[in-house]
């Protein structure tokens, strides 16, 4: 239905994008917030219509995409307030101080936005993390203009949300160029898109074969870009004694629903549970077992992940010592994604690497240590991960810091006696994680604080007060909170 853009095309756009970048970056935290908040609504006015195509190129089902359809707006209003109120902006102010020796002079910092950022939509939330998902918004109120490369597996969704994010620049009197929205199949389009000169940055939601690709790509230009990538994660969980022994059967319950929520098509689904061979755990895989007989099969996302899904499963199951516990009883369709809970010893585990790979769908296996210290090897032989999760009393913490530490070391979110499946929108969060969830795990994808992705440090040193930017003048006319000579406030000097 789409053609891929052409090369030129791509470079009329991104021109145009960095014409409108030197406009944009000027405009005030309330025009951009404002803009924002007018994205909001048209994206709620699509109605339906945005609704039903959805839920044809997704198979998602209509209350799920409504609600994250809520989501993206209420993400659009959370991110315009936190712009508007400039708190990540971090203005740092330090006065001069003439009379020392060397004289100090005055330097007055701040964060201003990089450049046109590029984002690739997701192909799981076909609004969330999508065309005018969390990445778009995030740079946005950083002051950068956005180009989205729509999703293969969602192009008239993605165009359908295109158009709602022009029409709200027109009513918003945005700079021509501010956004743009192009479609490709083939990967010479990620390519011209990430190489280009005007790109200076790219938000991606996806698997670890594409994020990497495009690190690759933007570290072999002349001038590097940074690529925040999030690349998939297994979310080990973590069954400690003491909760175990209490809780076996509620574990049970709680993790079958987190491991086939949304056919397990989520980048925090738990797809690895550790546990240390006792009673409990054989309770435990029994109880998660049974569970997970009686949920019906999900169709997924598109034929692609089915496949996908379908050819990993039967690679982890075909391992060595690997074996099934049980599957869905019902027998899924070919576009489906069947349940199943696998398991294998710790020693296995370790000295398999194809075990600790992602399996993208509702399939998660259980590591049965023979003691806490090869658990512990467990914990410091994974990978980077999203989500940690412990499941644990406080009697279980305080006697296994050791493991408790090694847990924390390879996580972005550490969870207790929770699922890893939901991530809130709010500025405590934390969705990123060590390689190779993300390609960088200073930074989050989710809250605020996101914003600080697309945005760099500069210092100004002797400038007079009159040519500061607004931020960062004595007056303080916008109001925002600052570190003057290391105390934090928002009232003038």
């Known amino acids: 239905m789409y053609k ?48 039903q195509t959805a839920m044809q190129e997704t198979n998602l089902p209509e209350a799920r995409l409504r609600g994250e359809r809520a989501r993206t707006i209420y993400q659009l209003d959370s991110y315009a307030l936190a712009c508007e109120k400039g708190d990540w902006l971090e203005a740092r ?16 910092k701040m964060l201003v936005p990089l450049g046109p950022v590029v984002v690739f939509g997701a192909s799981n939330f076909p609004f969330a993390y999508s065309t005018a998902g969390g990445d778009t918004a995030s740079a946005f109120a950083a002051g950068c203009p956005v180009i989205v490369k ?7 969704t993605s165009q359908i949300v295109a158009d709602a994010i022009l029409n709200a620049a027109v009513k918003s ?5 501010i956004f743009a929205h192009i479609h490709g199949i083939a990967n010479e389009v990620g390519k011209a898109l990430v190489t280009h000169t005007y790109t200076k940055a790219v938000g991606f939601t996806g698997s670890y074969a ?11 230009r002349k001038e590097p870009i940074p690529v925040f990538a999030e690349m998939g994660s297994v979310n080990p969980v973590f069954l400690l004694p003491e909760k175990l022994q209490s809780s076996a059967d509620e574990i049970a319950t709680m993790y079958a629903g987190s491991i086939t929520l949304g056919v397990g098509q989520f980048c925090t689904n738990p797809g690895l549970i550790i546990g240390i061979e006792s009673k409990a755990l054989q309770t435990f895989i029994h109880d998660l077992g049974k569970a997970i007989q009686q949920i019906v099969p999900g169709t997924m996302l598109h034929p692609g992940i089915a496949n996908a899904f379908a050819a990993k499963k039967e690679e982890s199951l075909l391992q060595p010592d690997v074996h099934l516990v049980a599957e869905s009883a019902i027998a899924p369709t070919e576009k489906q994604g069947q349940p199943t809970i696998a398991t294998v010893d710790g020693r296995t585990f370790l000295s398999n690497p194809v075990l600790h790979k992602e399996v993208f769908g509702p399939y998660s296996l259980v590591v049965r240590c023979a003691d806490m210290e090869e658990m512990i090897e467990v914990a410091k032989h994974l990978e980077g991960q999203l989500t940690s999760t412990i499941m644990a009393t406080t009697a279980d913490i305080n006697n296994n810091d050791e493991l408790v530490e090694a847990v924390k070391n390879i996580c972005g979110r550490f969870i207790l006696n929770s699922v890893p499946t939901g991530v809130e929108v709010c500025l405590s969060m934390h969705h990123g994680g060590p390689f190779p969830a993300t390609t960088d795990a200073r930074f989050t994808s989710v ?32 109001g925002i909170w600052r570190m003057v000579n290391t105390e934090p406030g928002n009232t003038a000097l």
Request: hydrophobic share 40%.
């Open 447 to 478: 809250g605020a604080d996101a914003i600080k992705r697309f945005a760099r440090p500069i210092a100004f040193q002797n400038w007079p007060d009159e040519l500061l930017p607004d931020e960062l003048k004595n007056a303080n006319p916008i």
């Open 93 to 108: 102010i330090d006065t001069a101080i003439p009379d020392k020796n060397p004289p100090k002079p005055d330097i007055r």
């Open 150 to 156: 729509a999703h293969p597996a969602h192009p008239q």
């Open 173 to 177: 009197k945005m700079p021509d160029g």
């Open 210 to 220: 594409g994020g990497k690709q495009l690190f690759d790509w933007a570290n072999q």
């Open 4 to 51: 891929d853009t052409t090369i030129e095309e791509i470079n009329s756009v991104m021109e145009q994008a960095w014409k409108a970048f030197h406009l944009y970056r000027k405009l005030s935290l309330k025009q951009r917030a404002g803009f924002m908040r007018a994205i909001a609504f048209e994206l709620e006015e699509c109605g339906d219509t945005l609704i």
